[in-house]
Antibody, heavy 120, light 109 residues
């Protein structure tokens, strides 16, 4: 059974760095073709892909946010970590981690999401 | 990045057919996935690789993709189908990038 769960602060202050952790089970991120991604959703708005890390530890980022994002993994803990620097109120939203595969990049499994509010 | 265009809303009566378009330049040459997101919940994959259904998704859900438009079709619409629907593609040329459409709110009248 595949599960993913996001964890991190519910609130961060403007200009701070956000660190979110995705803890997963039921699969190995080192298995051929396996990937984990982060997707966010501002309140009342559309889904927005942020970053993806694959089984070979290759990393991909949303072009417009590339300078602010970093994705990494700890395969021994089954964790994927996303950091986003210089947080702003526009970054308020629900952050999801999701599993996909290199075969087609469809997100088959999602975490329940973590709501992050940027406010002083 | 690749732009996917969806109408903000689609309305349909119960038992009728809902068609949700997703427009993009030559989208017919790309692989499209569709997600259903009910209020307050995480998205759920309902169609992948243009027209395949994951296990557990009713046969009423289907997809097509040709030219500049991909379409999610929901036959015999039920009240429980009311949700936001998103299309999604992955591009690897020239740069790796993943795009979602703006989402379509399906209202069951």
């Amino acid at each position: 059974q595949v599960t993913l769960r996001e964890s991190g602060p519910a609130q961060v202050q403007p200009t701070q760095t956000l660190t979110l952790t995705c803890t997963f089970s039921g699969f190995s991120l080192t298995a051929n073709g396996m990937c984990v991604a982060w997707v966010r959703q501002p309140p009342g708005k559309a889904l927005e892909w942020l970053a993806l890390i694959d089984w070979e530890d290759d990393k991909f980022y949303r072009t417009s946010l590339r300078t602010r994002l970093s994705i990494s993994r700890d395969t021994s803990k089954n964790e994927v970590v996303l950091t986003m620097t210089d947080m702003d109120s526009a970054d308020t939203g629900t952050y999801y981690c999701a599993r996909t595969r290199q075969a087609d990049y469809a997100f088959e499994y999602w975490g329940q999401g973590a709501l992050v509010t940027v406010s002083s | 990045s690749y732009v996917l265009t969806q109408p903000p809303s689609v309305s349909v009566a119960p038992g009728q057919t809902a068609r949700i378009p997703c427009g993009g330049a030559n989208i017919g040459t790309k692989t499209v996935h569709w997600y259903q997101q009910k209020s307050g919940q995480a998205p759920v994959l309902v169609v992948y690789e243009d027209n395949e259904r994951p296990s557990g998704i009713p046969e009423r859900f289907s997809g097509s993709n040709s030219g500049h438009t991909a379409t999610l079709t929901i036959n015999r619409v039920e009240a429980g189908d009311e949700a936001d629907y998103y299309c999604q593609v992955w591009e690897s040329d020239p740069d790796s990038d993943l795009s979602f459409g703006g989402g379509t709110k399906l209202t069951v009248l």
